[in-house]
């Protein structure tokens, strides 16, 4: 993969709050984007170092190119410490204890290609969701909005590498119900 500058790695990880195939927005009103929440697990010494390095090189490019020449004494990046608290206090959910944790984004008009282990197009959208794994192309890049600075992370395509377990407690109706005999008919 191309990186001209630095802040463009592939990530891989368990894939949440999937929202790859259409924009949503948590917020009504709010722009509608393509994200998804990726979990790297801890153990992925490798991976963080390439996402340290690339928000590194975005920090840089934050103070040549968007921060007047001036580094904020504490530049907020987008990676979280799933062992810990969120931005708004609350623990974590269970599936991120062990892992970094963080959210990637792209506007409505840039939506990532998402494929699978032969880099076919998926067409079929239930095989993308909260649970499977896959590599994920993030630019990491430096902001300046409404006065904040800081790091946000660019969701780029997506590389299904297998199945995981649903982590939107989601059943399968096999799961839910046994088959039904016309005997069965006759209690209604």
């Keep these: 993969m191309e990186n001209l500058n630095g802040t463009r790695v592939t990530v891989r990880g368990r894939l949440s709050y999937v929202h790859v195939f259409k924009p949503y927005a948590s917020v009504p009103g709010a722009e509608e984007k393509y994200s998804t ?3 790297v697990p801890k153990t992925d010494v490798e991976t963080k170092q390439k996402i340290d390095a690339a928000i590194k090189a975005a920090t840089e490019l934050g103070v040549s190119e968007k921060w007047n020449g001036v580094k904020p004494p504490t530049v907020p990046n987008p990676i979280w410490d799933g062992d810990g608290v969120k931005q708004n206090g609350e623990q974590f959910g269970p599936e991120c204890k062990g892992h970094w944790v963080f959210t990637a984004s792209a506007k409505a008009d840039y939506p990532p290609q998402v494929v699978d282990r032969r880099v076919q197009p998926i067409l079929d959208q239930s095989e993308i969701y909260s649970g499977c794994y896959a590599n994920v192309a993030v630019n990491f890049f430096p902001y300046l909005f409404a006065g904040k600075k800081g790091i946000g992370a660019g969701l780029g395509n997506i590389q299904k590498i297998k199945d995981g377990e649903s982590l939107a407690g989601g059943r399968t109706a096999e799961q839910d119900f ?9 209690l209604y």
């Design 37 to 39: 929440t990726i979990l």
């Design 178 to 186: 046994d088959v039904v005999d016309d005997e069965d008919e006759a």
